[in-house]
């Protein structure tokens, strides 16, 4: 901690400048990538100066068009500060559609893969030339590779600023898997192809970027196979471990429930007992959405029988109507956007992540281990993170076996007090954002430290 004061003294006098280029703008911070933009936008914020440009979110949130109870609304969460507080300057786009015909006709016979298609417009391309036009950045920090088209304009910034690719996934493994469970031929054969176009513009930039960053060590290893001479730093995902302390997940859950009956005058003055089984997770994001299906048909069916008191509740924004459809079966609940997610926390016997494909590391898993409820999750879950089964969390690929933890859990509360226990310290220790954001900021100082240095040399 004390470095870091050091650090973010020296650079006051002449705090660097960064340009933060994403492909959403982080606000609210209710998916993965957006909780990681928003984290890392914000540390480096308090000690450098940060331009935030991104594309606006216009997807609109999935109220409430199934839920079986009442959630919290935005006036009761608790949010962390808006970006826009925190940074010099926020800057948005409006976003063109996605997988639009012509974009997915490009995909399958020109050299640019959908996924970057998808990001590429005439109006950013616009409005980052003339940013950079008014305004130097000595980094630019490039929020995955889907913003690759846009990397020959940030080279012809007149400040040449170096510039890092943060890769939230290595997007050329997740298509891969995609493509092994795609739900029909069509759409498999468009994700390899999309794969093998994704693995080569991943190799192209592994040799174009100044540096990189990637959610975890497995990933950094991965792409310095590919390419053993790039500069790759793991900055991992992250978790607000204040935001999760037992005190301010009671304290909002409290408050929730208080709300609550307010509105309903037949609710109880006792908080209900943990009973809710809860997944967590953007509910339009297709390994999410097999995920809850497959726990739902092959799992959750068992677990209801024995125990009809718990309650599997689905938790994410934009649910698809597949997902939709689940509230009716028994002891299901999809609740939509939510506002506030600790409350569900605080009535939670355990979190779930039952995930079969995927990539990046799981933030979800994060905030379940900073707020101390126990997890059962597959090993692709838990991909990427430093826990191990029995000693953190519980790590299961076998349906029974998944269906046996969540039954004996009433039984077993010295076991998981003991996981959860080791859960929450290791979130302190490795994953709280503040010292992820100091080791970034390091990774930041020292590129432009190298930059600073050829300039001086080239000046001599």
Not at 186 to 200: D, E, G, I, K, S
Not at 431 to 455: E, I, K, M, N, P
Request: proline residues 5%.
């Amino acid at each position: 901690m004390n470095t870091v004061k050091q650090q973010s003294s020296q650079v006051s006098a002449a705090p660097l400048r960064i340009l933060f280029f994403a492909p959403k703008e982080c606000w609210p911070p209710d998916t993965g990538a957006k909780l990681r933009n928003y984290y890392l936008a914000r540390e480096l914020s308090e000690r450098a100066r940060v331009t935030y440009l991104g594309f606006a979110d216009t997807q609109t949130a999935a109220g409430n068009s199934s839920a079986k109870m009442s959630h919290p609304t935005a006036q009761d969460a608790d949010l962390p500060s808006n970006i826009v507080t925190l940074c010099e300057r926020v800057i948005t786009v409006p976003r063109e559609q996605s997988y639009s015909v012509t974009k997915i006709v490009q995909g399958a016979f020109g050299s640019t893969p959908l996924p970057v298609l998808n990001y590429t417009t005439r109006t950013m391309a616009e409005t980052l030339t003339r940013l950079l036009a008014e305004q130097d950045f000595d980094l630019v920090q490039v929020e995955s590779i889907h913003l690759a088209k846009y990397l020959p304009i940030l080279r012809a910034a007149k400040s040449r600023p170096r510039i890092i690719c943060d890769w939230h996934n290595v997007e050329s493994e997740l298509m891969w898997r995609y493509s092994e469970r795609a739900p029909n031929l069509a759409r498999r054969l468009y994700a390899q192809l999309t794969a093998r176009r994704m693995a080569a513009l991943e190799q192209q930039l592994l040799t174009e970027f100044d540096a990189h960053i990637t959610v975890s060590e497995r990933d950094r290893e991965q792409l310095l196979k590919i390419a053993p001479q790039a500069h790759i730093t793991a900055i991992e995902n992250g978790v607000d471990s204040s935001y999760f302390a037992a005190a301010e997940i009671a304290r909002a859950h409290a408050h929730w429930h208080s709300t609550l009956a307010s509105q309903q005058a037949n609710t109880a003055d006792t908080l209900p007992p943990r009973r809710r089984i809860i997944f967590v997770g953007s509910m339009d994001y297709h390994p999410n959405i097999e995920a809850v299906l497959d726990f739902a048909q092959t799992v959750w069916p068992q677990v209801q029988r024995q125990h009809p008191e718990f309650v599997f509740t689905i938790v994410g924004r934009n649910p698809a109507q597949s997902v939709l459809q689940l509230a009716s079966q028994p002891g299901i609940e999809v609740t939509g956007t939510v506002a506030d997610v600790r409350p569900y926390y605080h009535e939670a016997i355990a979190s779930v992540v039952p995930l079969k494909m995927g990539a990046g590391s799981r933030l979800k898993i994060l905030e379940a281990m900073a707020a101390g409820v126990p997890i059962i999750s597959t090993t692709l879950g838990a991909e990427g993170l430093a826990v191990r089964h029995g000693e953190h969390i519980a790590i299961t690929d076998s349906h029974q076996a998944m269906i046996q933890e969540l039954l004996d859990l009433p039984h077993q509360t010295e076991q998981w007090q003991r996981r959860t226990k080791a859960a929450r310290a290791q979130t302190l220790a490795r994953y709280d954002w503040t010292s992820l954001g100091a080791a970034l900021f390091d990774v930041h100082s020292t590129l432009a430290g190298r930059q600073l240095a050829r300039h001086s040399a080239a000046a001599r």
